[in-house]
């Protein structure tokens, strides 16, 4: 049985860097194939990719935000790190993360979400 | 990146409707375009990859086609647990990218 959670703080200040943890179960990231994504949502609004990272450690980024986060992962703690530096009001979402397998851009498994507000 | 156009933002339509959504991409991405559904409060469900191919256990009522770099949604009878916003997502180049929404409502 596949799960994600995700933690880390719900409030944030402006210019400081989140960081959150993906924790997982039911699969392991040192499979080639498997890789795990960061996504997310501000609120009432659309999806929006991040990061992912994947079972030979490669990692790639969203065009906007490359120079700002840093995905890492610890396979032998099942998990998988974003970092966000210098938070703004507009960094202001649910973040999820999300497993692929068949293909990195397939997300069939879900985290629920964390709410994380920057506000000072 | 790809952009992703999905249209219309919202609609609204009774049960047992055909509801259809479009996405267009801004390049040609083949097959590569997927369907999410989204309630209130939950994480997104994959329905659809590879533009047609129904996920294990999602209704038949669901269905997705592509024409070159446009893609469509249909719900053939829209049904009460139908209600959620609907993404389209195109996997064929990094970064993915999402298209805007749809919400469905009754």
């Known amino acids: 049985q596949v799960t994600l959670r995700e933690s880390g703080p719900a409030l944030v200040k402006p210019t400081q860097t989140l960081t959150l943890t993906c924790t997982f179960s039911?699969?392991?990231?040192?499979?080639?194939?498997?890789?795990v994504s960061w996504i997310r949502q501000p609120p009432g609004k659309a999806l929006e990719w991040l990061a992912l990272?994947?079972?030979?450690?490669?990692?790639y980024y969203s065009t906007s935000l490359k120079t700002r986060l840093t995905i890492s992962k610890d396979t032998s703690k099942n998990q998988v790190v974003l970092t966000l530096t210098t938070m703004d009001a507009v960094d202001t979402a649910t973040y999820y993360c999300?497993?692929?397998?068949?293909?990195?851009?397939?997300?069939?498994?879900w985290g629920q979400g964390t709410l994380v507000t920057v506000s000072s | 990146d790809v952009q992703m156009t999905q249209s219309p933002s919202s609609l609204s339509a009774s049960v047992g409707d055909r509801v259809t959504i479009t996405c267009q991409a801004s390049?040609?991405?083949?097959?590569?375009l997927s369907w999410y559904q989204q309630k209130p409060g939950n994480a997104p469900k994959l329905l659809i990859d590879?533009?047609?191919n129904l996920e294990t256990g999602v209704p038949s009522r669901f269905s997705g086609s592509r024409s070159g770099t446009d893609f469509t949604f249909t719900i053939s009878s829209l049904q009460p647990e139908d209600i959620a916003t609907y993404y389209c997502?195109?996997?064929?180049?990094?970064?993915?990218?999402f298209g805007g929404g749809t919400r469905v409502e009754i």
């Open positions: 990272i994947d079972g030979d450690d490669d990692k």
């Open positions: 999300a497993r692929a397998f068949r293909n990195y851009g397939l997300f069939d498994y």
């Open positions: 390049q040609d991405i083949s097959n590569y």
């Open positions: 039911g699969f392991s990231l040192s499979t080639s194939k498997m890789c």
């Open positions: 997502q195109q996997y064929e180049n990094l970064p993915f990218t």
């Open positions: 590879a533009a047609s």
